[in-house]
């Protein structure tokens, strides 16, 4: 099991997070899902070991081998996305072989000479997506993997979510697009303004005559 034991974290004036605690199944896809400034990435980044929470702590995460999709990132000018891939796989002691691999399964081997920053948003994403599963990660940590793919692509990465979670990997991603999150997801934490609001499997969201929406609104009001 992934604990999460009573996390905390501050910005300045601002609390992302207030007393956090969950934990996560592994084998299974974990969805966090609230708004904007929940605080979903900023758990994410905890969870990949890019933050440190100002209290409380995260345990079991230092058995397993992490691959992280930010929502976005800035790269070199002059580097194709083809060489980019192989310098990571050079920190990560992987084969060359595989970089073709990823650029493939993600559709990117014909412009994989290109310059990132001459790619669609989608494409970007996709990217992101391929340097995630470069080293063969047993977790896989994505934050708003969906923003601006189109909806091949979309349809694309459920079966990617389906295969993984097949091979036994753990999946945990951040989305507001509540239809996305309960086509892939087995369990739901609904986080609001930092606050854990629901833990709950998503067959109960499945089940509930409301739409997600609906029920993410509802909650959300309820809380004080």
């Known amino acids: ?7 905390s974290k501050t910005y300045g004036n601002k609390t992302a997070l207030h ?10 896809c974990t969805a966090l899902c609230g708004g904007n400034g929940a605080g979903k990435s900023t758990l994410l980044y905890m ?4 933050l440190k929470p100002d209290s409380g702590k995260i345990s079991g995460m230092e058995q397993y081998t992490v691959g992280y999709m930010p929502d976005h990132l800035s790269l070199p000018t002059g580097v194709s996305a083809r060489h980019w891939l192989l310098y990571l796989a050079k920190l990560k002691q992987v084969r060359k072989q595989r970089v073709d691999e990823v650029l493939d399964v993600t559709g990117l081997l014909e412009v994989a000479d290109r310059e990132p920053s001459t790619y669609s948003r ?3 994403q996709r990217l992101l997506f391929a340097q995630m599963i470069l080293g063969k990660p047993d977790v896989l940590l994505m934050d708003e993997p969906g923003n601006g793919l189109d909806p091949f692509w979309v349809e694309e990465w459920k079966d990617w979510v389906q295969r993984y979670r097949e091979k036994g990997a753990t999946i945990i991603f951040s989305s507001h697009l509540l239809h996305d999150v309960l086509a ?13 609001l629901a833990n709950e499997t998503a067959d109960t969201w499945r089940e509930d005559s409301r739409t997600p929406e609906q029920r ?4 959300s009001k309820n809380f004080l």
């Open 184 to 196: 892939v997801a087995d369990h739901i934490l609904l986080i609001h303004r930092g606050h854990l």
């Open 19 to 28: 007393s956090l605690t969950a934990e996560i199944v592994p084998g299974m």
């Open 122 to 124: 989608g494409m970007m």
């Open 216 to 219: 993410f609104l509802e909650m």
């Open 1 to 7: 099991m992934i604990h999460i034991q009573q996390i």
């Open 47 to 50: 969870l990949a070991g890019i």
